[in-house]
């Protein structure tokens, strides 16, 4: 069946490629389906992928279509890069590949060779022809490969669970081949989608939160509310490692602390015992619409789940959001708190999440919360309150701290 099959050649020397494992081929899928904003969209997962891999030597990308092709300098470098690429939002899946200049018969010859030492049950070729002007349909080239790959391995062709997948790109003049093909984080490349202020808290659900957001481009900024006066930094502390594991999927992280013990107080003084939680969100809410209008986010994003605790009911969420004009996204809304749990261990956040520490909205609280708070009855409780006054001088309280991500020993540990 192999049929000689010259890919265009603008220059002979270029016949015989460098034969080494020194191109990753990055594929996108929802950047794809883009439509108008495509090129845009490609430009900034390029830029992101770039700036991901800074320090590695990799410092020429070109594209091709659904895809980025990097230049590794060496093939050294593919473990850091690897490692890199897997919190980059945006990308699908990447190869590691080998690539050539030559016919389909050099390539199938060289892949027989490669594979021909290692060991494995079964196989399947998997070969995608994006330069459509190549004369040989894909699944000739996998079973031209295939015959060959069989013939010297005697190992038996599975489609559905082969133990070795060989990936065949047909990419205009240039054609590779891969036996690694890793899953990418998936979403939107980071900064697509603008900004939202991540209400953090110490605990489980915000990080997932974010770690969702960020997922769909967005760059978060990030918010966390401490009790001090009348509190320590245990919960800041936490709120400054959570953010510093959640810069791995985003060059620049930015933490705002604010003392909110003092606001707490005021609540505590001058409002019913009941409507207290409700109120300290909705003075949260309000802080951090302010801190949005200056950090530029277009929205809230919290942690909060429909009806995991009292706080969290339809009628509270309510009475939140009609403290202040910006969106509040939610997006863990629906999801239970196993899958929560489950999505917090695969992002590195959990073990740091349960760490013991005093959470602010624990201050004063009483046994039985309020679970349908009205707006009408928190604007009343909130009467004798100098709200806005309050929300001027937090802004005197507030701390801020750019997290440095974890270096990349740690990035190597790190879940994908
Ligand atoms: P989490 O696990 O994220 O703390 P939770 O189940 O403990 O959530 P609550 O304490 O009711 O729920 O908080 C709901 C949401 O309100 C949090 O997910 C977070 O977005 C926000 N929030 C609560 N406390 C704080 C805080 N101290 N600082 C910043 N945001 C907070
Ligand atoms: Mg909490």
């Known amino acids: 069946m192999a049929t000689s099959t010259d890919l265009p050649v603008p220059d002979d020397t270029l016949m015989v490629a460098a034969m080494a494992m020194n191109r990753v081929v990055v594929r996108y899928h929802e950047v794809a389906l883009k439509g108008g904003n495509r090129t845009t969209l490609v430009a900034g997962l390029t830029r992101n992928i770039m700036r991901a891999l800074e320090g590695t030597g990799v410092d020429h990308a070109h594209r091709a279509p659904g895809r980025i092709i990097l230049h590794l300098p060496s093939p050294e470098v593919w473990p850091q890069v690897r490692e890199r690429l897997k919190h980059v939002f945006g990308i699908a899946n990447f190869l590691l590949c080998e690539r050539s200049r030559g016919p389909l018969e050099q390539v199938t010859e060289r892949i027989t060779e490669r594979v021909g030492n290692l060991d494995f049950d079964s196989f399947a070729v998997r070969t995608k022809r994006c330069d459509k002007t190549f004369p040989v349909p894909s699944p000739e080239v996998s079973a031209t490969i295939g015959a060959s790959v069989q013939a010297r391995t005697g190992r038996p062709v599975s489609l559905t669970a082969p133990q070795l997948e060989i990936h065949v790109?047909?990419?205009p003049k240039e054609l590779l081949y891969s036996l690694e093909k890793v899953p990418g984080a998936g979403g939107m490349p980071t900064a697509s989608g603008g900004t939202v202020l991540v209400?953090?808290?110490g605990g489980i659900d915000s990080p997932v939160a974010a770690h969702r957001m960020m997922r769909r481009g967005c760059s978060c900024e990030f918010v966390h509310f401490h009790g001090a006066p009348f509190q320590g930094r245990a919960s800041a502390e936490k709120a400054e490692e959570l953010t510093r594991i959640l810069s791995l999927w985003q060059p620049d992280s930015r933490l705002h602390l604010v003392s909110f013990g003092e606001i707490q107080r005021a609540i505590v003084a001058r409002a019913p015992k009941r409507a207290r939680v409700v109120?300290?969100?909705?003075?949260?809410?309000?802080?951090?619409?302010?801190?949005a209008a200056r950090t530029g986010a277009g929205a809230l994003c919290t942690g909060d789940s429909l009806g995991q605790v009292a706080s969290q009911t339809l009628p509270n969420l309510a009475?939140?959001?009609?403290?202040?004009?910006?969106?509040?996204?939610r997006p863990l809304i629906a999801m239970d708190k196993e899958e929560i749990t489950a999505q917090a261990r695969a992002i590195g956040t959990y073990e740091t999440s349960i760490l013991?520490?005093?959470d602010c909205c624990s201050l004063f609280v009483p046994k039985h919360?309020?679970?349908?708070?009205?707006?009408?009855?928190a604007r009343a409780a909130e009467a004798d309150l100098d709200i806005a006054g309050l929300v001027e001088r937090s802004r005197d309280h507030i701390e801020v701290?750019?997290?440095?991500p974890p270096a990349i020993t740690t990035l190597?540990?790190?879940?994908?």
């Open 169 to 171: 790109e047909i990419l």
């Open 199 to 201: 209400l953090l808290s």
């Open 279 to 291: 109120l300290y969100r909705r003075m949260m809410a309000r802080i951090a619409e302010q801190l």
């Open 319 to 329: 009475t939140v959001d009609e403290s202040i004009d910006l969106p509040i996204l």
């Open 356 to 358: 013991p520490e005093e």
């Open 369 to 377: 919360p309020s679970t349908s708070m009205t707006i009408g009855a």
């Open 401 to 404: 701290l750019d997290a440095v």
């Open 412 to 416: 190597e540990a790190a879940p994908g």
